[in-house]
């Protein structure tokens, strides 16, 4: 366990460079981070979290954040130090240039990991505030959509400025051939949907940063 440290902004702490896109000036290399929602290894949503990571624009680069070791959110660990688990994921996410979530679909809602990850990144402070996202999913008939809706009214109270479109939401059982058994992108259809979402985060956080 350890106190809550300061957290300082990895655009603060990282030397400059910058390049151009769509005629706007940013820094040359924008740190994505990625929240996943499931924990199981061969999940469809993982996948699409390692395919996002293989499709970004030049001058982007994804990591993808561990959730699996955060306790269940309690706000007496803020009096006795929060874990390791906990100040580590928060200043994952303070690190950000922008973020993507992989949301898969339990019970017509959020998974409770990212619930509970969301949760501990929500306070003392919110370091969700800001940040420019996009968010893909992978699940049943309706392809995560509720979950995603879930998603989006939340992030008006986290001040996460999301990405409109292009949205992805795959309906993993009545689409065939988009992932293998260890849960990997095959379909080139979906990649390429992918490439776009991404290339649109990277101009809406340009846009963002002006």
């Known amino acids: 366990m350890k106190q809550l440290r300061q957290l300082r902004s990895y655009k603060d702490s990282t030397p400059k460079r910058s390049a151009r896109v769509n005629g706007l000036v940013c820094r040359a290399d924008l740190r994505v981070i990625a929240i996943p929602g499931a924990l199981r290894k061969a999940s469809t949503n993982n996948g699409l979290l390692r395919a996002a990571a293989q499709v970004v624009p030049d001058g982007m680069h994804v990591v993808q954040a561990d959730i699996s070791q955060l306790p269940l959110y309690n706000d007496d660990l803020w009096a006795s130090g929060v874990p390791d688990s906990v100040a580590n ?7 950000a240039d922008a973020l993507l979530f992989s949301v898969p679909e339990y019970n ?3 998974p409770g990991p990212m619930k509970n990850a969301i949760d501990w990144a929500s306070k003392n402070p919110n370091v969700f ?6 968010m893909l999913g992978s699940g049943g008939t309706s392809g995560t959509a509720t979950a995603q809706l879930h998603l989006r009214q939340a992030a008006v109270w986290l001040d996460i400025h999301f990405l409109n ?3 992805i939401q795959i309906k993993r059982f009545v689409e065939q051939d988009v992932f293998d058994d260890e849960g990997n992108l095959i379909s080139d259809k979906w990649r390429e949907r992918i490439r776009e979402q991404m290339q649109a985060l990277q101009q809406w956080t340009v846009q963002l940063q002006k």
């Open 129 to 134: 505030a800001g940040k420019p996202a996009t």
């Open 165 to 167: 479109k292009p949205s």
């Open 108 to 110: 017509y809602s959020l």
């Open 89 to 95: 994921f928060r200043e994952q996410i303070d690190s």
